[in-house]
């Protein structure tokens, strides 16, 4: 079956769908967009990704191209028409089509809006039974990495950098060498006496969905939660690592830079942790239409 994409108003084969030479998602990476995941075939957190789409246009001084409950109807309609029922929708948006300027077209050139789906395994039992490696790299992108914009070239060398050695992630460093997050997913270190870190909110993070429900189910849990930024050195001393991402959940970090975080093996409160969080998704309260 070919896939279907929406744009700008047609659903049409994903082989044909096109947005003109001078869109400036293509042109000036003048965007945002979110990566929501499916499972059973209805997806997962959507509100809360919803939200952070409007923040991003928000932040970015960007009409919506449509309300919410419009893009809902469209976002559920991509689903049924590529029969997806494990994997992942993607939804663009960019300040439209116009002359090539950096400043913002009149207001009347409208916003495009691109909506694909695809199929793929979420957060295989392989993987987290193992856990992953992880490097470190300078964090080198701009300061305002709440907003989830389309400019991802640093993340995309940070990527392709984990890939190059063999690693599933690269943890990026401010210049004090505390970890901001990794390139598409958010970092935690568990310590000795059991305490979660993960990094505050802030303009050199991105709000994660998952995170938001990881801090849920840990607090939930009772496990003592502390929200601040953690360094390389306090990572490399950790009892345990994980990550988290929309397309990953909870996954463990046991190597760190090609060295073993505690025994090498996934921990025990990010057993618990994941357990608690695949319970939450199987029990319906935070998937749905």
């Not at 789906?117 to 305002?144: C, H, N, Y």
């Not at 063999?166 to 901001?180: R, S, Y």
């Not at 870190?197 to 990881?214: F, K, Q, Y």
């Amino acid at each position: 079956m070919s896939r279907i994409a929406y744009v700008n108003g047609q659903y049409v084969p994903l082989a044909d769908a096109t947005v003109p030479i001078e869109d400036r998602g293509y042109q000036l990476a003048d965007g945002v967009y979110e990566v929501i995941a499916v499972r059973g075939g209805v997806p997962i957190d959507l509100a809360p990704h919803l939200r952070r789409l409007d923040q991003s246009l928000s932040a970015l001084h960007m009409a919506p191209p449509m309300g919410e409950r419009a893009l809902r109807v469209i976002l559920r309609t991509v689903t049924a028409r590529n029969r997806l029922v494990e994997g992942i929708l993607y939804v663009q948006i960019s300040r439209g089509v116009a002359r090539r300027e950096h400043a913002f077209p009149p207001s009347s050139v409208r916003p495009s809006l691109v909506v694909t789906a695809r199929t793929q395994a979420l957060a295989p039992e392989s993987m987290f039974e193992k856990g992953v490696a992880v490097i470190t790299d300078a964090d080198l992108r701009w300061k305002r990495c709440d907003i989830k914009s389309i400019a991802l070239l640093p993340n995309v060398l940070g990527k392709q950098g984990a890939r190059e050695r063999n690693a599933f992630e690269t943890w990026l460093l401010a210049p004090d060498k505390t970890v901001t997050e990794g390139t598409s997913s958010n970092a935690w270190i568990v310590t000795g006496r059991g305490q979660v870190i993960t990094r505050p909110l802030s303009h050199a993070i991105l709000g994660g969905i998952t995170r938001s429900r990881t801090l849920e189910v840990a607090h939930r849990l009772g496990l003592k939660v502390v929200e601040h930024p953690f360094t390389l050195e306090e990572a490399r001393r950790a009892a345990e690592a994980f990550l988290t991402s929309t397309t990953a959940f909870i996954l463990p970090v046991v190597r760190l830079d090609g060295k073993q975080i505690g025994d090498g093996w996934p921990g025990a409160i990010t057993r618990r942790l994941r357990a608690a969080y695949l319970s939450a998704l199987a029990g319906g309260g935070v998937a749905g239409w």
